[in-house]
């Protein structure tokens, strides 16, 4: 069976998914930082934990994206034209793994801050 392969779908692929990484990261900070609005403590702690979730939803995008991509230059790597900057690329997914240890370090300091420093009353 003959398949096309073109890197450089593949290369916005990966952007995509680190795009989607940094979005949704994004997103949950907001959604984090605007659970103070609501008057209920119980629904403050739903928010935040929502925020959380999608924190680690975010992880998970990165990593599953990053690392098909960096399954894809390992495979191809000889077989790709000369005109792809495959150390570039690989660079791409160092940023993304720094990035993923960023949003993981503050999702923890911010769990254990939150249950164990913030009252629920």
Request: net charge positive.
């Amino acid at each position: 069976m003959k398949f096309s392969n073109n890197p450089q779908s593949v290369y916005n692929g990966a952007i995509s998914g680190q795009r989607n990484m940094f979005l949704s990261s994004s997103l949950a900070a907001m959604i984090i930082g605007f659970s103070h609005n609501f008057k209920s403590p119980y629904v403050i702690k739903f928010v935040k934990i929502m925020g959380i979730c999608i924190f680690i939803i975010s992880i998970t995008t990165g990593y599953l994206s990053n690392n098909d991509f960096r399954f894809y230059l390992d495979k191809m790597k000889d077989d790709l034209p000369d005109y792809i900057p495959i150390d570039g690329w690989y660079t791409w997914t160092f940023i993304v793994y720094i990035y993923i240890v960023l949003i993981a370090v503050i999702v923890l300091l911010y769990s254990f801050r939150m249950i164990l420093f913030e009252k629920t009353n």
